[in-house]
């Protein structure tokens, strides 16, 4: 068993903005794991910017804000996207399945539990 103080991880940690260049290796390079809750990954990032959209068929993932605002836009199977502002302090659930993506104008800083497999991502407008 292993604890974490989320305040002193959160120091550490590298502020970036997120762009279309960026590699996955930078990405991951700028996230603080802290360990693993089923086959999903535990850990802290700070950016701003807007993220790629990504889904995990195999998992929900939550979203855990400590620091900022976010916006979280989903995309259901059909319809238009919906769009949930996250502040610190909140917490948003993604269900399994659903094409998703952060926007941070500002930095914030998230703790997320995310799904390791068979994660997909996209830049397209509309992944669906």
Do not use: K
């Amino acid at each position: 068993m292993q604890s974490h103080d989320l305040a002193a991880a959160a120091r550490g940690l590298r502020a970036f903005r997120v762009t279309r260049e960026m590699t996955e290796e930078q990405a991951m390079d700028s996230m603080c794991p802290l360990g693993s809750l089923d086959q999903s990954l535990l850990g802290l990032v700070r950016f701003s910017g807007l993220t790629p959209w990504e889904r995990h068929p195999e998992g929900d993932e939550l979203l855990h804000v400590l620091e900022g605002v976010v916006e979280v836009t989903l995309l259901p199977a059909t319809g238009p996207p919906q769009i949930q502002t996250v502040a610190a302090g909140s917490v948003c659930v993604v269900p399994r399945g659903l094409w998703h993506r952060q926007h941070a104008s500002a930095m914030a800083t998230l703790l997320f539990v995310t799904p390791t497999e068979q994660t997909a991502n996209s830049w397209d407008d509309d992944p669906r």
